[in-house]
Nanobody
């Protein structure tokens, strides 16, 4: 089993920054794909960004140029640096671990962007 623990969520003003972190523990495989998803009120959960153990990244168009995903494979952690935040970024953000198509999820951390 894999356990994921998120941290770093909170309240930010429009244009502000926030950094989310996720620590993985348990039966960890460094080759697994890790990423971040989010779910806003009244909307479906959506992909935000993913990263491989080799450092290849993909971010969705809505956050491109503002969000950056990174990973430290030696510490089994993944982070999401969120800059130039907008109110529409408000959501619960979930850390994700994908191995052989089996998905493991963190408990979620709330990000609220409001003035």
């Amino acid at each position: 089993q894999v356990q994921l623990a998120e941290s770093g969520g909170g309240l930010a003003q429009p244009g502000g920054s926030l950094r989310l972190s996720c620590a993985a523990s348990g039966d960890i495989r460094s080759s697994a794909i890790m990423g971040w998803y989010r779910q806003a009120p009244g909307k479906q959960r959506e992909l935000v960004a993913v990263i491989t153990s080799g450092g290849s990244t993909t971010v969705v168009d809505s956050v491109k140029g503002r969000f950056t995903i990174s990973r430290d494979t030696t510490k089994n952690t993944v982070s999401l640096q969120m800059n130039s935040l907008k109110p529409e970024d408000t959501a619960v953000y979930y850390c994700n671990y994908n191995r052989f198509g089996i998905m493991y999820w963190g408990q979620g951390t709330q990000v609220t962007v409001s003035s």
